[in-house]
């Protein structure tokens, strides 16, 4: 094995369930070098959801914290409470996310709690067999929608953006050093950190949406969508229809943090005289 994979991953749980292909590896690499350069191996702790993307943190000789289908925010909101001297990093995909975790999703980001969510994208329900998800591009044919899915698809990172969160990049598969890059910069940023990651599925999104299985040339279908957000400020609407942006796309310094206003709060009331 790599030195750096001697060094972090579990060997009791390998193999990865990952299919052949899958862009989740890559994902897990890029995580395993930024905490390898940032040293901060000791001071983690990592929370994954249900489905491919929830398995992640299994792999990592951490502490891990392997919860419910989109509970994964709500478990690691009082794992950061408990324990705000952690370094709390969430693995979850966009069904565990968007769906049956948006609510979780979306007040964890208004409260800035200082936790890293790295959402990995497959525009489709991976491990369950291929149904259509919040972020399944309209039109796509999946399982369940052999016609065309009806639904308009979500922007992740503009959800982010709207519900408070205060550091987003976006990056994909085929993007390994600008992904390890933004993995150290959320870890760092102090305050809700949201990295999306788009990867590709060869077992079910390649094989109903794009029409093959081949996991470099769904790879290199990323690498064309993708438009560094630099880029794409000089583009008009028209030409940036149906890519999306890459890179650091938004971050916020000095906001509140929750887990500190927290405990701020608790140290304020516990002065006060009782009645």
Same mark, same amino acid.
């Given at each position: 094995?790599?030195?750096?994979?001697?060094?972090?991953?579990? =060997?009791?749980? +390998?193999?990865?369930?990952?299919?052949?292909?899958?862009?989740?590896?890559?994902?897990?690499?890029?995580?395993?070098?930024?905490?390898?350069?940032?040293?901060?191996?000791?001071? +983690?702790? +990592?929370?994954?959801?249900?489905?491919?993307?929830?398995?992640?943190?299994? @792999?990592?000789?951490?502490?891990?914290?392997?919860?419910? %289908?989109?509970?994964?925010?709500?478990?690691?909101?009082?794992?950061?409470?408990?324990?705000?001297?952690?370094?709390?990093?969430? @693995?979850?995909?966009?069904?565990?996310?968007?769906?049956?975790?948006?609510?979780? @999703?979306? %007040?964890?980001?208004?409260?800035?709690?200082? +936790?890293?969510?790295?959402?990995?994208?497959?525009?489709?329900?991976?491990?369950?067999?291929?149904?259509?998800?919040?972020?399944?591009?309209?039109?796509?044919?999946?399982?369940?929608?052999?016609?065309?899915?009806?639904?308009?698809? @979500?922007?992740?990172?503009?959800?982010?953006?709207?519900?408070?969160?205060?550091?987003?990049?976006?990056?994909?598969?085929?993007?390994?050093?600008?992904?390890?890059?933004?993995?150290?910069?959320?870890?760092?940023?102090?305050?809700?950190?949201?990295?999306?990651?788009?990867?590709?599925?060869?077992?079910?999104?390649?094989?109903?949406?794009?029409?093959?299985?081949?996991?470099?040339?769904?790879?290199?279908?990323? =690498?064309?969508?993708?438009?560094?957000?630099?880029?794409?400020?000089?583009?008009?609407?028209?030409?940036?229809?149906?890519?999306?942006?890459?890179? =650091?796309?938004?971050?916020?310094?000095?906001?509140?943090?929750?887990?500190?206003?927290?405990?701020?709060?608790?140290?304020?009331?516990?002065?006060?005289?009782?009645?």
């Amino acid at each position: 094995m790599h030195p750096l994979a001697e060094k972090y991953l579990r =060997k009791s749980a +390998l193999p990865t369930i990952y299919c052949p292909g899958c862009g989740h590896g890559t994902v897990l690499n890029a995580f395993v070098r930024a905490i390898d350069e940032l040293a901060i191996g000791d001071e +983690l702790a +990592l929370v994954g959801g249900i489905g491919c993307s929830g398995w992640t943190p299994v @792999f990592i000789k951490s502490d891990v914290l392997h919860t419910l %289908h989109g509970r994964a925010l709500a478990m690691a909101t009082g794992l950061k409470l408990a324990r705000p001297d952690r370094k709390v990093v969430v @693995f979850t995909g966009d069904g565990d996310c968007l769906a049956i975790g948006g609510n979780h @999703f979306m %007040h964890a980001a208004r409260r800035n709690l200082d +936790l890293t969510v790295v959402m990995m994208n497959n525009n489709i329900y991976g491990m369950t067999g291929g149904q259509t998800a919040p972020s399944t591009p309209y039109g796509a044919i999946t399982q369940t929608s052999p016609h065309g899915n009806p639904e308009p698809a @979500f922007d992740a990172c503009e959800l982010a953006r709207s519900f408070g969160a205060s550091f987003i990049a976006r990056w994909t598969s085929a993007h390994p050093l600008g992904l390890k890059k933004s993995l150290k910069q959320a870890m760092v940023h102090q305050g809700f950190s949201f990295v999306e990651v788009m990867v590709q599925c060869p077992t079910q999104a390649g094989r109903y949406m794009h029409g093959t299985s081949d996991a470099l040339e769904l790879m290199q279908m990323l =690498k064309k969508k993708a438009i560094p957000v630099k880029k794409a400020d000089q583009k008009s609407p028209e030409e940036l229809k149906g890519r999306f942006t890459v890179g =650091k796309l938004l971050e916020r310094n000095g906001l509140p943090e929750f887990s500190r206003t927290q405990y701020d709060l608790m140290q304020r009331a516990s002065k006060e005289p009782r009645a």
